[in-house]
């Protein structure tokens, strides 16, 4: 995908109310030159066009700092994917191999969520690719996030 592609659509699906979002993994946080693919993204997509989808788990997996995002792109990322993840013990490690119940691991939620208005965030969408007891797991992840404050 290129802003280029995300814009046309955005302006294609206007008139008939639809709006085009796009949601990041890891990939776009690999170096382009002296910038990466999300970045790209940001500069070059109109935001009355193309909203983005910042995917928590994903920003942090990658290394990248999710509140630097959103101070840099203020109002930006009005939807987050809310995933955990414990803390990679080395850089060759498979994100189904660290990917927790939100709140049992290293994402500091709370510092995060203190800057939901800096994004511009509207909707949280908690998730676990490969929950090992979905009801249960959802149900861990529902009380963490229920319980915190920010």
């Not at 294609?12 to 949601?23: F, L, S």
């Not at 890891?26 to 995917?55: H, M, R, W, Y």
């Not at 009005?78 to 803390?87: A, F, G, L, S, Y």
């Not at 249960?136 to 404050?149: A, P, Q």
Request: glycine share 8%; net charge negative; aromatic share 12%.
């Amino acid at each position: 995908m290129n802003a280029d592609y995300l814009n046309a659509k955005g302006q294609a699906m206007k008139p008939a109310g639809i709006q085009v979002g796009y949601h990041n993994h890891n990939f776009e946080f690999a170096p382009i030159g002296s910038t990466n693919g999300l970045e790209i993204l940001l500069a070059n997509t109109d935001p009355k066009l193309v909203q983005l989808e910042v995917d928590l788990f994903w920003i942090t997996f990658a290394g990248a700092d999710p509140v630097g995002y959103f101070m840099k792109n203020m109002g930006r990322f009005p939807m987050v994917h809310v995933k955990d993840m414990i803390k990679k013990p080395s850089p060759d490690v498979t994100p189904d191999k660290v990917m927790v119940d939100v709140g049992k691991g290293s994402i500091d939620w709370k510092a995060i969520f203190a800057h939901s208005g800096h994004a511009g965030i509207q909707h949280y969408f908690v998730e676990h690719d490969q929950p090992p007891q979905p009801l249960v797991d959802i149900k861990t992840s529902f009380d963490y996030l229920n319980g915190l404050e920010f």
